[in-house]
């Protein structure tokens, strides 16, 4: 079983910017390929960026692409998506995931395994 703990969300004026952090149990972190979703009211759960085991391979969805970097440190068991240029459309709960299967997880959430609670970005006009 793995566990995922998010932090970093907040309220921020738009063009700021925020850094989540995402926090893995378990010895095997290096074996989890992990992804990045939100959610917004009303909206489907969305792809935001994506990193491979090593941290070799990244992918990002359009809408976030040259604005926000994901990341990672297996030795500390985190992921990380730092977010700049932010604007009001990116406003949501930001969600981390794991998947074992795989060196790299993709954007498809169904194909992840584990899921942390989410945190909440708010980013004001």
């Known amino acids: 079983q793995v566990q995922l703990v998010e932090s970093g969300g907040g309220l921020v004026q738009a063009g700021g910017s925020l850094r989540l952090s995402c926090a893995a149990s378990?010895?095997?972190?290096?074996?989890?390929?992990m992804g990045w979703f939100r959610q917004a009211p009303g909206k489907e759960r969305d792809f935001v960026a994506a990193i491979s085991r090593s941290g070799g391979s990244t992918g990002y969805a359009d809408s976030v692409k040259g604005r926000f970097t994901i990341s990672r440190v297996n030795n500390e068991n985190s992921v990380f998506l730092q977010m700049n240029s932010l604007k009001p459309e990116d406003t949501a709960v930001y969600y981390c995931a794991a998947r074992t299967d795989t060196y790299y997880g993709g954007s498809t959430y169904h194909d992840y395994d584990y899921w942390g609670q989410g945190t909440q970005v708010t980013v004001s006009s």
């Open positions: 378990g010895r095997t972190f290096n074996t989890y390929a």
